[in-house]
Structure formats: structure tokens, C-alpha cells
């Protein structure tokens, strides 16, 4: 590990935190495809670099994002972007409250500013969800400036030291558009595929200790034929998720692996043809 990582988290791990900032600090976990990837991003982490990471659904950059916090021992406040998301959900909002009998106005700080001022982490989900007028308030939080001007209390706000931004896109997907450039630059991006092969037998193993061994390799040789036919593209990414692998892993425990990826694969697939092709590699591995 990069000397430079390890004095960052021996400086992050001492701070003491409130038991409500302790229980926003995530569980790790995540399995790095390649030897670089996680020292890589904990690497733009302690430089203050906001990281952004792309890839299809379920291939592990919410884990990720956590284990960054993990490994920081760093509370992380999450944002989950979508077309309804504004200034108000990113920054906080005014609200009027009673106190000692006298009518006041009160700031609730948002996600982004409680991250700031406590130098946690802050994780923005789905960016590419959010309209492109939202966004820009961001600009100054996410460059050298490093700071922000509330625009509804005036308030200059400069980020603290250990304060990260790790942000996540589907690219593709509808209902996303692609980033504004002035927005994109801001980040350094690394691409998240999916894990197969070992890592993910290894990864399927720990998180499932009492599942048989036999269970393990049927569901691993159906996870490398959903995404032998993703690369084909006769079946949509989200057929490869190792989320729903590990969904479908579980619940095969319990009812048999054909039920099983039907509910936690199958079904969530809108094309009738992927459904059934998914059920029909799924059939013959099952015997």
C-alpha cells in the first residue's frame, strides 16, 4: 500500500465521532478487479481528488464507495440523485420553529454542507440522474477552491481537510443524460466492471460461508454465462449484476438456483426474449 495512503488513514482513524456520525461509517468489502483499481482511488482520495466511478448497475460501486469509508473509518453521507433532486436537497433548507415562545427561522443543513463542515465523506449517487441545472452549485466544492457559498444563508463555508467526494454513474441507462463537461472534468474517473473468475468464486465463498460448494460452482458458471451473452449482447448488463448474483446466491440456499435467478435476475429484465434466455442458461446447469 502507497506510503502516502497509509499516513492518511493512520491520521483519519483517530478522529472520535459522535454515535451518530459512527453509524454512517459503511462496512467494506468490495473486491478490486485488478491489482491497481482500490489503491488507485484510495490514491485520488487522499489527494483530495473527487473520484468518480463508472459502470453498469450492480458492479460494485456503491461497495466500493463504502469501503472507502471503511478503511478511512469515515462517516459517509449518501445523495441519490434524480430529476426531482434540487439546491434544497443537496444543501439544506429553511424551516420555522418555536423556541422559548418566540417564532424563528431555522437552517436544516443538507448532506453537502454537514460533510463539509464535519470532514466526512460525501457520496453522490446516480449523478448523471440529476437535471444539469442542479449541478453547478457543485463546481466550487469539487475543484481547487474546495469551498461554497450557501446561496440561503450567505454562508462561505470552506470544505475540511479529510472531506471527499466520490460520486457514481450508470452510463446508458434511461432516464440518464450524459454529464456536462465542466462537471466531468472536475472528477478523476475510473471505470468498475464486474468481477468474474476466481475473485468472484472467492467473494461468494466469504459472503456464504454455509452454502455448499456445488451450489457456489452452478451459480458461478451461470454468472459466466450471463455475461458471456452481455458481451454478445443478447442480454443487458443488468443480467450480469453481481448484486443480483449474490441476491440469487442467497435465496438458492433456500429454494434452488432456478427459482432463485428467476426472482433476483429474470424478472427484473424488461425484454421477454432476455427473461427467457436468462431461465434457459440457468436450466442447464441445474440438475
Not at 210 to 232: F, G, H, R
Amino acid at each position: 500500500m502507497n506510503t502516502l495512503i497509509n499516513a492518511e488513514r493512520d491520521q483519519r482513524i483517530v478522529r472520535s465521532y459522535s454515535k451518530k456520525e459512527s453509524a454512517l461509517i459503511r462496512e467494506g468489502g468490495y473486491v478490486s478487479p485488478d491489482e491497481y483499481l482500490w489503491e488507485d482511488v484510495l490514491l485520488s482520495v487522499v489527494l483530495k481528488k473527487p473520484v468518480l466511478l463508472k459502470g453498469p448497475a450492480g458492479a460494485g460501486k456503491t461497495k466500493l464507495a463504502d469501503s472507502i469509508s471503511s478503511f478511512f473509518q469515515q462517516p459517509m453521507h449518501s445523495i441519490n440523485c434524480s430529476v426531482d433532486l434540487d439546491a434544497e436537497s443537496l444543501l439544506g433548507f429553511k424551516t420555522i420553529v418555536q423556541s422559548e415562545g418566540k417564532t424563528e427561522i431555522e437552517f436544516v443543513e443538507g448532506p453537502v454542507v454537514k460533510a463539509m463542515k464535519a470532514g466526512h465523506l460525501l457520496y453522490i449517487d446516480e449523478i448523471n440522474m440529476a437535471k444539469a441545472e442542479t449541478l453547478p452549485i457543485l463546481h466550487s466544492i469539487l475543484d481547487y477552491r474546495r469551498m461554497l457559498t450557501n446561496p440561503f444563508t450567505g454562508e462561505v463555508i470552506h470544505a475540511h481537510p479529510d472531506f471527499s467526494v466520490v460520486a457514481a454513474i450508470n452510463e446508458g441507462y434511461i432516464g440518464t443524460a450524459p454529464m456536462n463537461e465542466a462537471l466531468k472534468n472536475r472528477f478523476i474517473s475510473f471505470s468498475i466492471p464486474y468481477i468474474n473468475g476466481e475473485l468472484l468464486k472467492q467473494l461468494l465463498i466469504r459472503e456464504f460461508q454455509k452454502a455448499p460448494a456445488e451450489l457456489i460452482n452452478t451459480m458461478l458458471n451461470i454468472s459466466q454465462d450471463l455475461v458471456n451473452q452481455v458481451k454478445n449482447g443478447l442480454l443487458s448488463d443488468e443480467a450480469a449484476s453481481i448484486r443480483s448474483l449474490m441476491d440469487a446466491t442467497e435465496l438458492a440456499q433456500h429454494i434452488g438456483p432456478i427459482r432463485a435467478v428467476q426472482y433476483s435476475i429474470a424478472e427484473k429484465l424488461d425484454d421477454r426474449g432476455e427473461r427467457e434466455l436468462v431461465m434457459d442458461l440457468t436450466k442447464t446447469w441445474v440438475k
